[in-house]
């Protein structure tokens, strides 16, 4: 559909469902540092995507090389590596709880010198060394590609992580603002519902960007403030409770000034709160 509407997209290619990642990993060619990030690096390719239904007949792959991911997992790789050999060298009941684990399942599998009656291996438990030095040549790598074969990969990784921004609004909105669940019925008030919640997000995403802290750190930090009514000798005003010298930094940085300790709820011309003697 996307293509039918002519538009421009990236999309990622999953390193674990598809062949032509193999194929784009596989390809000769030079790496290029990104220009703001050194950690990362580029190589393009141009190649058939085979395995989409209907298939464009070239399409413009970017691999995209993280240096400092890629340390950390051929690091990871090598630990879960050790550990099978180790359990391996065992053998007995450990050795077959390997083949179902979770993690270090993808790295074994069974020896093919013995095979059950319908021809599949059925001999123990032994180190797939294909799967490991797959997982070592998609270590730090990633995968996008676009129909736009004259696309600038840097711009396009940009396009892609996005995706991230957009992942994040609705986490927050699920974890932090708690949009649900909503007991409404009515369309107008389930609509009214999410607004609130979207608008509380925004002003969370405004407070973050001005004090330089996510909204979890600003809540934690002035959990503690509260603001009481009082009536005295008929005199009736608000007063907050004394903050700390951090909660009167982050009032700063913000370009606000600390509210007095007691005021009234009549406002000036000017704006502000009026504070009480």
């Given amino acids: 559909m996307l293509r039918a509407a ?16 193999d194929e784009v990993l596989s390809r000769p060619g030079r790496y290029q540092v990104h220009p703001e990030r050194p950690e990362v690096s580029f190589k393009c390719v141009y190649a058939v995507a085979g395995e989409e239904k209907p298939a464009p007949p070239v399409r413009f792959y970017i691999v995209r090389r993280n240096e400092h991911e890629e340390a950390f997992q051929l ?5 879960h590596v050790a550990r099978i050999e180790a359990v391996l060298g065992k053998g007995g009941a450990e050795a077959e709880k390997l083949l179902h684990h979770s ?3 993808r790295y074994v599998r069974r020896s093919a010198q013995t095979r059950d009656k319908d021809g599949k291996p059925a001999g123990p438990p032994i180190l797939d060394r294909e799967a490991v030095e ?13 129909d736009k074969l004259d696309a600038n990969p840097v711009t396009e990784d940009a396009l892609y992580r996005r995706i991230s921004d957009l992942e994040r609004v609705f986490r927050e909105l699920k974890s932090t603002i708690e949009v649900g669940p909503i007991r409404h019925r009515r369309a107008e008030r389930i609509r009214a519902h999410v607004m609130i919640a979207v ?14 802290l996510t909204i979890e750190a600003l809540r934690r930090l002035f959990a503690n403030c509260r603001v009481q009514e009082v009536d005295l000798g008929g005199r009736r005003y608000w007063e907050r409770v004394e903050l ?12 606000y000034e600390v509210p007095p300790k007691r005021f009234t709820t009549q406002f000036p011309a000017s704006g502000h709160q009026t504070p009480v003697p």
């Fill in 6 to 21: 002519d538009f421009d997209f990236v999309s990622s290619e999953g390193t674990a469902r598809t062949k032509v990642v």
């Fill in 75 to 79: 690091h990871t790789i090598a630990r």
């Fill in 103 to 105: 993690t270090l399942g």
């Fill in 134 to 146: 797959r997982a070592r040549r998609r270590a730090g790598k990633s995968v996008i590609a676009t």
């Fill in 199 to 212: 608008i509380a997000r925004n002003l969370g995403a405004w407070l973050s960007r001005k004090s330089g």
């Fill in 244 to 255: 700390e010298r951090a909660q009167e930094e982050v009032i700063a940085k913000m370009g």
